[in-house]
Every structure is written in structure tokens, then in C-alpha cells.
């Protein structure tokens, strides 16, 4: 029996499990590699283990017998999460469960019935909610085979995470972590990060005072996120919920003390203590409210969420991006990289705030189900840029999206970093190369192979 | 197995894995659009008491507190009209402008009365202060804004020399960070002779900083070398790392023991910022002094360990960088700079 590298509170689970499998015949072990596999689970319906994470969204998966024979019949099984909390739980649901408008997992077990030649029986799995990971695939789904009476004995195991957007003041010190590292690692290691500041120091009327300012920033961010993800995969981009008080993400073991010389100040060991953008070292920034404190005069999630007007519609409620959006980059840093456009990517909480801003829209469309694509209610315009006008293209619902489409030409800039929005594992499609509004709206849509834009935020529930 | 054995193996269960179970439970959509509403009435009857001009500017004041945007169309429309009525108080006339949804009003509009009261010296301050920031927020959030980039520019130009500071600063640096020519030149000009700067020379440089140009370069040297204090000094050493003839200034700067360890440590980010090849060569020195300051020692060995697993760059002297961390993890007699270097081995010896 390998003890391999489980964590101390899990021993007396193993000797436990040891003492009670040994007992009833079957296997020892705990974690998915050290048990022989019988029944294949695959999530995303792909091999690779790279896009095992799922958010609330539906994600399709499927199981099959490892050894297939010429036997008829199948094999019943039943589906569940193996460890209970704390770390991240699934739901489960079958294929005819999962119908318009859409649903998504509910199911806390699944029976199925594997043929025994082999056959794939698709499933569909997704993060419970409330329950999301707190480390790297530490969602566990065992496959058992089912009795009559009692469990039957482990016939595989698949480790996943449900990876969510969480509240970064509320992280744990190891969340914390392995989001600075990622993103310090895109600066100065990879050096990527410098992309995303000179997409968004040419981006003013592209992504900004139009109506596609929210559907541009969620590509923006989720763009950022895959590639934090390719350097660790565990890793979801946290939210700066700047109506409340932050004093965990205003830390200098986080984003930053209270400022020294109009610097923000890094204990010595924060990978942060080293940033450098564009030449210059350090991260620009005097907040105008304390780390206990809120920014003066921004307007609350409640007053947020209001801005929809009578009708909560998305032509009102997208004027967020004055108040409360505008107001945290001034207060965040009036005198500092944060508090203009050209500048604000220069400091890596843009993307805290960000993520921030994209979370009120999640709210406000799951709050008035704000997912129809074909209603102004939940995007206007609809259609395409008619050639005129006061809106510019790239605010339609239906046009792409600047740098992302490539397009160099007047009215767009005159470059476009980064190139067409890289495809991921998994997630291929979704969203595509040349991401439009539309594409970000329905943003957990089940009608793929994927949970769509694959994430989630911890208090805003699957729709 | 013994007959006790399920009990025990029960409490065991209950021992080993009874951890509270913190899942949230899901927020209730009735609540929200319940408090969303309620918002809206509070909104609306605040409103109805701040644009009460027969009401005392204390109890306006008061209805708003807890009331940071009004929503109704025509309560909007009438925070609008107090904000342009300038036979208002300029603390009405403030709270007014803040209440408003400005992406929410004609921004054309509001543009031209922003630019008005912050170009008017007349103006109550704190009504300028106040027109100031939502220009800011606007550059952020309006296409009108955009559109009238050139007149927002031309106006802050007007407001650099205002007599209150703090405006003076506003101005400042929003022209700065749009890397206006006209601001530049007058903070430069302000460097090179203080008497006439519009603001302390640390302040300036870093407005300076935030859209960097070659002209600035010079006379940010010649400052460093003679810097009125040691502020100056480490903010034009943040900015001349690129700055050839600053060079090696620089790296003097960051080899002096007698130097502070804010000069010091302010030398090797710029050198990490501009150049990154070279790093381990710089740090070395630094970070194998026993004697240097602690926070620049593991200031330098991060740098070098994000650097060295690059999959672009080749840093020079990282084969000498590795041995002296090596050696540092196990006999340094500061602990965390042996953290630091143990946590540099794990990286790069992982990659």
C-alpha cells in the first residue's frame, strides 16, 4: 500500500479505508493512480488531463469498461464523489436531465450501465455549488460497482477540480500563492503579461464607453486566465469585490501594502516584489482609501445590480461602467497606473477589479436571467454594425472583436497584439478564434461539448 | 476483525473526516430583486429630499449619505440641474454630480459642464475636485470623452497651475498618464528649476514616469547625480535603468554599501526592468554580501530564480548565480535569505 503523497489528515482515512476494503476484498488505496483501473471516466470526453475542471456549468463526460470482452451485458455502476468536504464536490446528471433552458448537474450519484464491450456511456458532471476546489484536483469521482445492499468495490477514479473565481480576499494563503506565481511567472518568466498592456493601452473605443465594454473585458480577463492556467492549472483569477473591504488583497503578501513613495509595498518573498513592466519596476499605486476602508463614493453591488432600471436592461445596467467600474480605477490609484486607460494593465489588480466587474454582470443576468441572445434585454444592439452610426463597430452583438479579429484597418487600431484568441484543450470553440459579443453572453451554455467559457464565480450560481 | 472494530472505525470516520462542511448555500434571486427594489425606494425618496431646494443643505446632504447613485430617469435629469445650477451651494452642487450615473446622461453635455467648472478658478473647490474625478472616470468610460480627448487635454493644460495643490495634482495626472506633451515639458521644466515647479520633484518625476519619453531622460540623470533628496534620487534611478549613460551610475549605486538599502534596492529593480540578461551577474555581488541588507538579498534572489527558468532568455552567469544560492541555502546565516535560496534550488532545479 502506497502512502505516496497524501496529506497527514488523509492517513487516518487511509488505515481506515485499509482496514474496512481489506476487509470486504477489494482495493487499498485512496488516490485515482493507485488502484487498478477498471472503469475509464473521462471528463470533457477527452484523454488529456489538462481540461479536467469544471465550473457550475453542465460539463459532458462519459465512462466505459477498460477491458473490454465479447460479453453482452453490462456493467452497473454508480457514480459519486469520493472525499466530502472541505474541497470541491460534483453533481451529476444524465444527458436527458440536461434539456433547455438549461440545467445542469444535481445528481450528488449516478447509476450507469457500461456495456461490456467497451462502449462510451456519456454523462454529464459539474461543480456543486458552494463546494469548489481548494486545490488542484482534489474532486475525486470513484466509480463503484453497485450491489444490492451495500457498496461494491472500487472500480476506478477520476480526479478532477472545480475551479471557480472566488472572492480574493477570502482565498487561502495557498490560492493566494499559486495565483501570484502564475501571474508573476507571466510577466517575468514567460513575458506575456506585457501583451495584455499594450492591447488595452489602444483599446479606448474598442472596450470602453460602448456597449461591448463588458462583453470585450470578459474576453480580456479570460484571455489572462488561460494563460495563468497554462502555467498552472489549479489556478482561477480571483475578484477584487471592491465595495467591501479588502484588507487580505490590500497586504503586502498579496497586491500590495500600503504604498511607499507612490509604490505599493511586497513583503520580501511576494513574487509581485519583483515586477517590472515596460522598463519600469514596481507597481504604481496610491489607493485613496485604506486597506480596511472601501473606495469613497462607489456605488454598492445592490446599487449596481439597480442600474438595469425598470425594465433591467442591459442598456442601462452596462452604464456600471461609469460607476461602480470608472470610480474603482480612480480610487484605486487617481495618481497611479490603475487610474487611466493607457496605463491601468501596467498593475496586476486591473484584473482583480476586473474580474470584479464581470462578476456584477454575472450577477445581474443571473439575478434577471439575462442569457437570451436574441433579447436587447440582455444585449443591445443586436445585429451587426450597419456601416454608420454612433456606435462603432465591434459594440454589435454580432461583430468581432478587436485585437482578437486581427482587423488593423480605420477605424480599429493600427495593431493588434496577441493575435486571435488561442484555443484550449477542451474548450476548443469556446470561445472562438474571433470572439464576438454574442459569444460571451450565454457564457455557461450547455449546448456544447463544454461548459462553455469554463468559468464560474463563487457566488453567483450556474443560471 | 475484531467486534468493537466497526465502532471504532465509525468514531475514527467521524474524527478524521468531520470537518465543518462550509459549502455556501445559494444566494435566493427573490432576495436579491427584494433588495434591488428596496434600493430604488431608498433612492427615490432620498432624492426627493436632496432635490428639495427649500431644504437645508445639511438635511440634502444627509438624505444621500447612504445613497451613492439615483436611478429614476427624472430624479437623474434632476440631480443634473442642481449640479449645473451654480446659485447652489458648491457641496450640493458636488454631492449632485456624484449621484449621477454620468454613462447614463447625455455625456456630450456633461462633458462641457465638467470642463467648465474645472477650468473655472471660481469654481468651489471642492466642486472642482469632484468635476475632476468624474473626467477621470469618464476618460475611462466614455466614448464622448474619447471623441473630445484633444478640448479634455487643452482644458487640465489650463488647471497645471492651479493654486490648489490637489487640483493642481488631479490635472496633473490625468495629462501625464495621457502622455501630454505640454505637461511634460512643464514638469521637466519644473525639475530643472525648482523654484518654478508646479510640484515636489518626487511627485513630478513619477507623473513623469507614467508615460516615459526619451527628452525626460537627460535631465532625470543630471537629477539623480545632484537630488535635492533621497526620494528624487530613487525615483529618476526607477526611471533611468533603460538610460544608457545612466548606467553605470546605477550599478555603482547598487554596489555601495554605504548606500541606503532604499537607493540600493531601487538600483537592482531597474537594472531587473531593463537589464534582465544581466541580472544574476548583478545580483551576485549583493546577494553572497553577508553584510548587505536582508530585503535586498532576497530581493535579488527571486529576481534572478523568475528569470532564470525563462524560456527566452539567457542570463549570463547563472552557473555562478545557482552555485552561490547552493551554497547560501545551507550556510547563510539569515534565514530568509536561506528560504529564499531553498525556494530558488526547488524552482529551477524542477524546471
Known sequence: ?463 | MPNSAPILVLLLVVFVVSVPARAQQPPDRGRIRAEVEAYRRQAEQAARVFLDASKPDDERAAAVTGVPTFVDKAHVEGALGVFRNDRESGRIRALALTRLPHAAVDQDALLTDLLKVAGNPSAPAALRQAALDVLQQMLFSSMAAHARHHEIMTVLRGVMRDPDPAIRESALSILAAHGDDEARRQLLEGLKSRPGAMLPPDASIRLLGLRPRDEIYPVLHQVMLSPPNEAVKVECIRLLGGYAPSRKAIVDFLRDANESTTVRHAALATLNANDAERIAAHALPVVTDERAPEALRVYGILAVQQRRTSPTLRLSGAADFDQAVRKLAADSPSRAVRDAARRYAQVVSSK
Open chain 1, 1 to 463: 500500500m502506497r502512502v505516496g503523497r497524501l496529506r497527514s489528515r488523509r492517513l487516518g482515512a487511509l488505515v481506515l479505508c485499509s482496514i474496512l476494503v481489506v476487509g470486504a476484498g477489494g482495493c487499498v488505496a485512496t488516490r485515482p493512480q493507485e488502484i487498478q483501473t477498471l472503469v475509464e471516466v473521462q471528463i470533457n470526453d477527452t484523454a488529456a488531463t489538462i481540461d479536467d475542471y469544471v465550473a457550475w456549468a453542465p460539463t459532458r463526460s462519459r465512462a466505459r469498461i477498460l477491458f473490454p470482452t465479447s460479453a453482452a451485458g453490462t456493467v452497473d455502476v454508480t457514480l459519486r464523489n469520493m472525499d466530502p468536504p472541505p474541497g470541491g464536490q460534483v453533481l451529476f446528471a444524465y444527458p436527458s436531465d440536461i434539456t433547455l433552458p438549461a440545467t445542469t448537474g444535481t445528481r450528488p450519484t449516478l447509476d450507469l450501465a457500461l456495456p461490456r464491450n467497451g462502449a462510451w456511456v456519456d454523462f454529464y458532471v459539474a461543480g456543486k455549488f458552494g463546494s469548489p476546489s481548494l486545490r488542484d484536483k482534489d474532486a475525486v469521482i470513484e466509480v463503484r460497482e453497485k450491489r444490492a445492499g451495500g457498496d461494491g468495490i472500487v472500480l476506478g477514479r477520476q480526479a478532477l477540480m472545480v475551479r471557480i473565481r472566488k472572492n480574493a480576499n477570502l482565498l487561502t494563503p495557498d490560492e493566494r500563492d499559486r495565483f501570484l506565481a502564475a501571474v508573476a511567472g507571466l510577466n517575468m518568466t514567460v513575458g506575456d503579461y506585457f501583451t495584455f498592456q499594450a492591447i488595452h493601452a489602444v483599446a479606448s473605443q474598442e472596450a470602453h464607453g460602448g456597449p461591448a465594454f463588458l462583453a470585450w473585458h470578459r474576453v480580456f480577463i479570460l484571455r489572462l486566465e488561460r494563460e495563468l492556467q497554462a502555467i498552472d492549472p489549479s489556478v482561477a483569477l480571483p475578484y477584487w469585490r471592491f465595495d467591501q473591504p479588502a484588507p487580505n488583497v490590500f497586504d503586502a503578501e498579496f497586491m500590495g501594502g500600503p504604498p511607499s513613495g507612490g509604490y505599493a509595498t511586497f513583503a520580501p518573498a511576494n513574487p509581485l516584489s519583483t515586477w517590472v513592466i515596460g522598463g519600469l519596476p514596481g507597481v504604481l499605486r496610491s489607493p485613496s482609501f485604506s486597506p480596511t476602508g472601501t473606495p469613497g463614493g462607489l456605488i454598492s453591488e445592490t446599487a449596481t445590480l439597480s442600474l438595469g432600471g425598470v425594465g433591467n436592461l442591459y442598456a442601462s445596467f452596462r452604464t456600471m461602467e461609469g460607476n461602480p467600474h470608472g470610480t474603482a480605477h480612480v480610487r484605486a490609484g487617481a495618481t497611479g497606473w490603475i487610474g487611466s486607460v493607457p496605463t491601468a494593465v501596467r498593475d496586476p489588480l486591473f484584473f482583480l477589479l476586473h474580474g470584479n466587474v464581470d462578476r456584477l454582470w454575472a450577477k445581474w443576468q443571473w439575478t434577471y436571467d439575462r442569457y437570451d441572445v436574441t433579447s436587447s434585454a440582455s444585449y443591445a444592439p443586436l445585429g451587426s454594425h450597419p456601416g454608420a452610426g454612433p456606435i462603432p463597430i465591434g459594440h454589435y452583438l454580432m461583430d468581432s472583436m478587436w485585437p482578437w479579429n486581427q482587423v488593423t484597418t480605420p477605424p480599429r487600431p493600427t495593431t493588434a497584439p496577441g493575435g486571435a484568441f488561442p484555443q484550449t484543450v477542451g474548450r476548443v470553440g469556446f470561445p472562438p478564434l474571433q470572439p464576438r459579443p454574442l459569444d460571451t453572453i450565454d457564457y455557461e451554455s450547455n449546448t456544447g461539448n463544454s461548459s462553455a467559457l469554463g468559468f464560474g464565480y463563487d457566488d453567483v450560481p450556474f443560471k
